[in-house]
Each structure stands twice: as structure tokens, then as C-alpha cells.
């Protein structure tokens, strides 16, 4: 893989308040740069309140190769709102632009206009936003499109590709609200592209046009409903909680029609032990939450690995403990979803690091959870659930059922369902089957799944040991290593959301002549340690950044390998920034194996 | 032993128990009751009424809770879900919505199902899925050895309440009728005939259908809901109550401090199923939802 990338890499930022159409325009320039076959991720921020004015965000990154995470300085900032973007000059980089409005009728918002707040090095256009809509369609409101117009006039992206998605995007409405954006945004587009250029911003058309009509512009959320859908689910039983609660939304339109059944339960715990209840009698089904669901569910899911059903539960991490920070990001739920519950209860935790890796967990999870007689957890946190990025999805689908082969009865002999077996998996038959029938049950229990001691310890090892192989589960990436080959001073160790920041800061460290490479780690349990083992050998160092306090990730590996790891934690609610953990990067470059295990960063509060 | 009382089934009294065809709804695993136990009246009567109903085994789902009560599905040549503490009823609902062709049973006792699963009962009920769900009532925690639950009576000393209970017991008739179950009926663990009548009744509605059973724990309550107590106490509603009038039902249940059997409540209403089915119906006629 080449060191850093080539070609475009610009981001956007569109700051303005939620009467402003903020997240609408960030959504028909994120459409945009997609149909035109640019490689996008993008994350808005919505004001906590639900109503009134407050701030909304989009950030938008537009690439020739996949990104997966956003950079820590936009390429142009383009206000909607002075009031609220004036806080976020600060974040354009240097020769980066900022477009705002300057038409005189405009009122100046308190604390003066963002002009006064551009540094010298940042580029300001300022551009008669309001007046050259009004000319154009004779109201005001389409002021989100002339911006978007006058920023395709200055960056040449091309007039007809955001003609296309506008007319997509109002569709449902009557044709002259279509007319008018594209008016407001055709006479923004002249604007622009008449003006007097003194960045270096520059879009235009990607070099090798890829398939953009194929790509799908999802949210960590959109993949993971369709991937289900694609795997045919067919039962969602569910109970609404941010940042998961989108998945159950779509679910529940979209479901009935795939002839599914889906249905809104009490409480989570009610969600999960029907999803449960489908699971053994044969269905595909899945349930998804945050962490104070999770922790509701956590006797459940013994159940099922006691009971070997399987099922699929998605976990959405926001801060925690309990309510903790509902609309902000964290990777802390690890330990619950690797270990919550009594005993010792082993089951598959994926990990996806990004919005397709959602979509390829989810949709193979069902799949997973039948060949092993297991729950399966998909872990994921708010910031994967909500970023958008490109996807080009499979022509065909991979994940759909295969028929199911029924177990054959044993001649005169009483049917096992939990028959210890070589490879620790028993024949599994369904209400319904005849002649199998059995009860099974949360006890201990024989291989008839009578309740029974006597075999404690050996079914405890057929629950376990029967996930071993799962390690290596074909079409599944459970641990993938990038970078430089061979022996490295820096190896940084990552999962989930946060591994975009990870790749990141190694192509940075990599340009700077830091010997580096990055594993990221999607199968959380059972843990794939044989490669895990193989990387830390390589390395000199170990970095784990993650977002949480006690390090649940590095507890993890370290106690799998009894072997050290420096730590880098932060729980800001945003994701990790590239520049913290670069200057962890070259700290460790600078140290002696077997040093620097103690990081400075660290002594913020975690343990080793 | 009384030397009055004579051995209950008589050789040939056994031949034809047997050829109906009731003991094929028998496991092979012997009940862990104590002998005397309310609940093996509960397993004689399931068998004869699947028995009755015609259902095959392998279409027979018994799903449990955690109880002795909720051992039930060991003792049934059915398939069977001993599930946890609780979660009869979601369970329960699960398996019904993935394969609506199998009967589904849940049973769980009075701690299972009013204590810790008390939460599930009004949305099982309210949305009709369509099962049976029997609660075993002996007002006590049986497998824990012996403490209140909320149907102990009022003055009741158990191992948790050794100073006398003074907790306002429950009332899980009205509280399902309150819910909405569309079929609601009685029946005493002394009375097995009626027993097994109301169960095959029960089963047969189609809807979510909630028999409340009376049942001694003759371990551990060894003074109020005894059979000496419940078999002086029960009585049969009266003949000319209207099972499909509401208010008749509430008042019925709520008239007597002295338990009655038989049928409280019935009525005819869309199942879970049927309310899913027509939302298939109208969201395959509704445009496509947004990406
Ligand atoms: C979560 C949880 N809490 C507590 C228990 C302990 N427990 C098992 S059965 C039971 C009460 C059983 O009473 P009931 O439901 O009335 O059934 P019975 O034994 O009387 O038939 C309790 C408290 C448990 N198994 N799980
Ligand atoms: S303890 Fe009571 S409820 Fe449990 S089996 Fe014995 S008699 Fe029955
Ligand atoms: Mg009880």
C-alpha cells in the first residue's frame, strides 16, 4: 500500500444552525462527491436540544481512496451562520477557505462578522448569499444552495453532478421547489466560478472515474439494517436508545415489507429474550442497543450461550457509565460485551472499524451465530453508527440463508442436542422437527440438555473451545495488519471506530521516516491472539489508542498475551485526534525497547 | 399411611388411561416435585388436553421460567425452553412469532410471573399474542425453600416474613382482565378434571389465553393454602355468569374472597400475528422507506 495517499483530499465543514438547511446541504455535497466517484466519510453534529437553533455541523471528506476518519483541519469552512461558525475558523487549515456571507442586509450576528475572525493565512470569500438568492428565486431561503453553488463554482466540481442529486433530494416535493434550488444554485455556481481564486482548494472530476453510481452513501447504521436485511432477518425485537435506535427505525419500515416480523417491545430485556425465543425456534434474529441495554441483556445472552441459540445483538457505544452521555461517542462497553453476565460465557464479539466493515459484520453475524450455536455481539459505538461513507455493496447477495440441513435421528437411541463432539458442535433440531424433541435449559445439563452437574466442566469446554476456529472464520477479516513489513519501532494496536485515526496517524508517521504499522483487531472474542502474538513480536513498541478510561481493549490483549502495551485513552465524547496519538508515535520512535512503557499521556488517569 | 385410601388406578383403570394416547405427552424424566405437589395435577392435565387437541409433540413449544413450577417442560414429551427467572413471556413470544404453527405453552409460578416477570404480563396480554400462558399459584416461592411472594396472603409467616407478611397481595385475575388477555379462566390443582378441561380450553383459544391455577406447595405452606383449605374454599362461578362481558368478569373475580373456578372472560380479537400480517400488508402497498 502506498505510504501516504495521492490525489484529493479536501474537507468540508458547513456550520450553521438547524433553520439554515446545515445538514441538508452536507448531504447533497456528500452525494455529490460520491456520484461523482470520490470516496466520502462524513459526520454531523446536531445541537443536543431537539428543537430551536442551536449549532449543526457536517463535515464532509472527500478522497481518491477511502478515509476513515475526519481530518483534524478542514480544507474549507463554509458558515451558514456567523454566530455559529466563528467558533470553528480555527479548525481551517492554513490556505484553506472560509465562504460566509457578506451582503449588507444581512444582520450582524452578536460578537461581530467572521471576517474579523479569518487568520491572514486563511483564505476568506465572502459572497452576497442572500442577495443572489433572492435575485434567484425571489425568497431567501435557499441560501444553503447558493453556498453550495458558489463553492462548486470556486472548487470546480461539476454543475450537473449537484443538479442530479437536488432533484433527487426534492423529489417528493412539487417541481418548483426542485426549480428553484437549482436556480438558487446555478446562480451561486456563477458566482463562484467569476471569482478571483487565492486557495489552493481545487475538487474537480476524480482521476480514475470509479463506478460512482454503485457506491451507497451509508451510516454505520444504514449498513448494519442492511446487512441484516440482505441476511434475511427475520425477526427484530427491539426498544428504542441512542445511538441505536436508527437501526429500528429502519427496521421497522422496511421489515414488513421484506416479510419479516418486527415489534417494539417493553424493555430490553423483553427484546432480547424474544429475540432469543425466535433464535431457537429457528429464525434469523437480532436486536440491537447501547450500553445500559446491554447491561439489561447481559443474563440473556448467558442464557443463550448456555442454551447454545443463536442470535445477533448490536451494540452502538455512547459514554458511559450508566445514561452517561447519550449523544456522545466512547469505546467502553467492551468489557460488557466480551465478559457481562454470570459464569464463564465465551461468545463472538465483532468489531467493526468502519461504516462497510458494519455492513459485512452484520450481514455474516447470522451466519456465524448458526454455525457456532451462539450469540453474537456487534459492537460498534455513535460514531460508526451516525458517519456517513462510501460503500459499493456485492452484486450479489452473500449473506442470504443457505437451506438447512435437519439432523438426522439416532437409531435407538434418544436424540443429544448438546452431544460432545469433535469440533464441540452438537446436532441442533427445531420445534417442529419430528421425533427431536427436548427441552433446553439455563442449568447445566447432560447431552440429552437434562439438568445435570456431572459434565460441568467438559460442557463448559465445548462452549468454549467450539468458538476457537471462529478466529479464522473464511470471508471474515478478524485482524489485519497495515504498514510497514518486517520489524517496526511503532506498532499501534487499534479496534472499532477509532482505528480510522489509528491508519491515519501512521501514513503521518510514516511520511515523517517512523518505522510504523497498525493492526486493527475486529474479533474482540474469541480473540484472534496467534496473529495478535505475531504482530507484538515485530514491534518495538505497542501503542493501544482507544476511547475509554481504563484501557478495556489494552486489559484485554495484555491479559491474553502477557505482554505490555502503552496506553492511550481519552473520553472527550469525540473521537481520538490524529496529532495525540502522532505524538505518541514519535515518542516511542525516540525510546529503547522495553522503555516508555509508562506514557506521560497516560498518567490522565488509566492504569496499567 | 390411611389404610382407608386405596392405590388410585386399578390395573384396568391403567389400560385405558393408557390407550387414549395422553401418556405419549409423558417425558421420560420422572417430575423432581415432592410427592403430594399441586403440580403433578398441572402435567396429568397438559398431557390429556394437547392429547385432546390433536397438537403432534413435535409442534408443542412449553416455555418456563425458573420455579419448580417452571421444571414443567422436563416432564412433557414436547419441545421445551427452561429459560431464566422472569422471561417466560418474551421468550414465549419469540418462539411464536418466528414459527406460527407451533402451539406455545408458558408456564412459570407466581413469583415468575408476578414478581420479577410482572413486567412483560400486560404487553404479552395487551397485544394478544396468541399462546397459552398458566401461572402455578401456591402464593410462595417453592424452589427457594419457602418465602413470600406477591400472592401470599396477609398474615402468612414465611422464612422472609417471620414476623407475619403484611403485604397486600396481588390479584392476578383482575390484573389480567385489566390487561386486556382475551381469554381468562380459573382452575385448583384439587379439582383435575376441570383441570384439564380448562387447560384444553386455554390452549384451544386462539389469542392470548391466561389460566390461573391453584396450587398447594405442601412443603412449604403448611397452614393457608393447603388442600384441606382450598378444597373448602373453591367454588364454581355461577352458572349464568356472561364469559363475554368485561365488567361481569371484574366483577366476578373481584366478588370473591373465596376463589372461583371456571371461565372469567373470553373474547375475539386480531392476534400479534394477524396485527403483523396486515401491517405486512399495508407497508407492501406503501411507497419504498427512504435508504
Ligand atoms: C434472576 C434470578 N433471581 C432469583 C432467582 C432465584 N429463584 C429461583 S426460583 C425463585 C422463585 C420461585 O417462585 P415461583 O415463581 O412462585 O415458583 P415456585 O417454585 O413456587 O413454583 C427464585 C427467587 C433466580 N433463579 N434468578
Ligand atoms: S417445594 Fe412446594 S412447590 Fe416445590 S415441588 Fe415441593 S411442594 Fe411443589
Ligand atoms: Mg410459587
Redesign the interface.
Known sequence: MAKSRNGTDIQFAIIGSAGDGTIAAGDIMKRAAALMGYKVIAFDIYPPEIRGFGKCISRIRISSQQTYSLKHKSDVLISLNDSHAIAHVGEVRDFGAVLFEDSPIAAIPEGGHISAHIAAAQVPYGFANRRICEEATGKARSRNIVALGYAAGLFDIPAEIFHEIIAQKFAKKPQAVTDDNIRAFDAGFAAGKATFKLDDVRVGMPQQVANGKDAVMMTGNGAVARGFLEAGIDTYFGYPITPATSIMERLAAALPRAGGRFLQTEDEIAAISATLGAGYAGARAATATSGPGLALMTEMMGLGVMAEVPFVVVVSQRGGPSTGLPTKTEQSDLNLAVFGGSGDARRIVLAPTNVEGCYRCAGMAFEIAEKYQTPVIVLIDLYLSNRFETVIPPRENVFAPKPRIKPELPENQPYRRFALTDDGISPRALPGDEGHMHTVTGLEHNELGRPSDALHQQMNAKRHDKLTSATRYPGLTTCKRFGDEGRVKVGILGWGSTFGEILETMYAAQDEGISCAAMKVVMLSPLPEERINEFFDDCDHILVPELNHEGQFANLVSGALGRPVVRLNRTTGAPMMVDEILAEVRRLAQTGIGEGTHSPVQQQGATT | MNEHVKPVYLEEKLDEIRADGHLAYR???LPTWCPGCGYFAMQEGLTIALNRLGI????A???SG?GCSSRF??FV????????HG?T???????????D??TVVAIGGDGDGFAIGG??I??AAR?NVDMTYMVFDNGIYGLTKGQTSPTTAVGFRSKTTPYANEDQPLHPLMMLLAYRASWVGQAYAGRPHHLADMMEQAIAHRGFSYLHILSPCVTFDKTDRTYANLNMQVQDLPDDHDPTDLMAAMAQAAAHEIPALGLFYREERPT?TDV?ND??E???N?P??A?
Open positions: 417425558s421420560k424424566s403432534r409433540n413435535e409442534d413449544v412449553v416455555v425458573i417442560p422436563f414429551n414436547t419441545y421445551g425452553f427452561h429459560t431464566l422471561r413471556l418474551p421468550v414465549a413470544t419469540g418462539v411464536k412469532t418466528a414459527n404453527a407451533l413486567g412483560h400486560p404487553h397485544r400479534l403483523m401491517t405486512a399495508r407497508a407492501r406503501a419504498a422507506p435508504e
